[in-house]
């Protein structure tokens, strides 16, 4: 456990800067990157040399990984190099429960500090599901979910 009953642990955030890519090809990257395990991907439009528009590509994933998402990303991008950094993080403990909801069983990730439940979260494809079943829309079941969840015991 970690400071004042946070988890925590070390990650890298591995990045690159590119301005001569399609976004239907970054999309494919980022798709693959998430695939493969990145803990988590993003893009951020930034400003390039010679004033172009361009997109920084980052990711965390775990140190002994560094040399998988290095490769995808030279693979299937036009990086000609990356910035590896490593980070520290305190995230919440984590869980999953089924709550009942009018719309029927929904997933929810709760996070806890120590054993104080700070956080919930429904789970947006099972918010999805229930939706589509039901025939209305995803918010609903969202909130109806959230509700749900505040009742629950942690």
């Known amino acids: ?88 993080r305190l995230k919440l403990r984590r869980d999953f429960v089924q709550v009942d909801t009018e719309y029927g069983k929904v997933s929810v990730k709760r996070g806890f500090r120590g054993e104080t439940l700070l956080q919930t979260a429904p789970e947006y494809e099972s918010c999805r599901a229930a939706a589509q079943l039901h025939g209305c829309p995803v918010q609903k079941v969202y909130d109806a979910a959230r509700q749900a969840a505040s009742r629950s015991k942690p």
């Open 1 to 88: 456990m970690g400071e004042e009953g946070y988890q925590s642990d070390t990650v890298l955030q591995i990045e690159t800067n590119l301005d001569d890519l399609s976004p239907e090809v970054l999309g494919h990257a980022v798709g693959l990157l998430l695939e493969a395990g990145a803990l988590d991907v993003w893009l951020t439009p930034i400003q390039m040399k010679k004033q172009r528009p361009g997109t920084m590509l980052s990711l965390l994933c775990a140190p002994e990984e560094k040399s998988k998402f290095s490769e995808l990303i030279f693979v299937h991008t036009s990086a000609f190099g990356l910035r590896i950094t490593e980070v520290s």
